[in-house]
């Protein structure tokens, strides 16, 4: 009568996909709180020519996300979902690009779901991955970005150049990374790019819960950017701030990125080392 899938990311999209498949109720109770897909219309699969892409899945009948136990679970995977959310902000501004360029319609109601996603967290009071309240907000903000993209009828709302730069770093590395923990970063890049005044907003947050501190050494090298860079334009045909800047712009804005990153880090106190 139904199908139930418990545990993280790629169980229950293989369970969304079956259900999809099948036509039949799915039943979700996710254990990691690592990226949207709880609840989204889309799985994420990886192609023989190790590219990712995005499939249609089924979403679920019912979901039960326990906060307790998904605060138990390796921090890293809390951070990770923290960067797929954070990364709406960029999927907005390149919705909005792609109108203003091209005539691609935005579907408002999906907007308005996005946006109160990443919201919720930049303005969280003193935001903690320690704090239950946080992490719950964190889980409902991951839901409705997933349920965005459902009334977007596609990833629009919740995936833009920070998403391609991200499947073109997985191509380039060989995915050894978590998926939320590139969005994240790149989506500081790509805000540096549009010189939005979230940027800082975003890099505070990011800086103060203690989300660089996870980052591998490898997404901070500029001649690995400049391969995933050269990829990334073709992993979707998507309109993004890529079409409007060539490399060397976007060279020089990942640098001055990753060099305020550093600095922050430079001169955080121990509570972001404490998560290692």
């Known amino acids: 009568d139904a199908l139930v899938g418990v545990g993280g990311g790629s169980v229950l999209d293989t369970v969304k996909f079956i259900g999809h498949i099948l036509n039949i109720p799915i039943i979700l109770l996710p254990t990691l709180a690592s990226n949207d897909g709880i609840c989204s219309p889309v799985v994420s699969v990886r192609l023989d020519n190790g590219r990712s892409d995005s499939l249609r899945a089924r979403m679920p009948f019912a979901l039960f996300a326990d906060t307790k136990i998904i605060s138990d679970a390796p921090k890293k ?43 919720s967290l930049l303005n969280f009071k003193d935001a903690s991955i320690d704090n239950e309240n946080f992490v719950e907000t964190l889980v409902d903000a991951l839901i409705t970005s997933g349920i965005s993209m459902e009334y977007a009828g596609n990833s629009r709302s919740a995936s833009g150049s920070e998403h391609m730069l991200s499947h073109a770093a997985d191509v380039v590395f060989g995915a050894p990374f978590l998926h939320g923990h590139q969005t994240g970063f790149y989506t500081c890049v790509i805000l540096k790019a549009y010189g939005d005044e979230l940027y800082e907003r975003t ?21 690995r950017f400049a391969e995933i860079l050269r990829l990334a334009r073709s992993i979707r045909d998507r309109y993004t701030i890529l079409n409007t800047l060539d ?12 060099s305020e990153i550093r600095y922050a880090l430079s001169h955080s106190d121990s509570k972001s080392k404490s998560y290692r």
């Open 77 to 119: 995977y809390l951070f990770a979902g923290l960067g797929d959310v954070i990364s709406n902000i960029t999927a907005i501004l390149d919705w909005e690009l792609s109108t203003q360029q091209t005539g691609e319609q935005i579907d408002y109601f999906s907007r308005i779901l996005s946006v109160m996603s990443y919201k």
């Open 203 to 223: 890099l505070q947050l990011l800086c103060d819960i203690g989300f660089f501190s996870f980052l591998p050494e490898e997404l901070f090298d500029s001649n």
């Open 247 to 258: 490399d060397n712009q976007l060279l020089k804005t990942f640098e001055d990125t990753v």
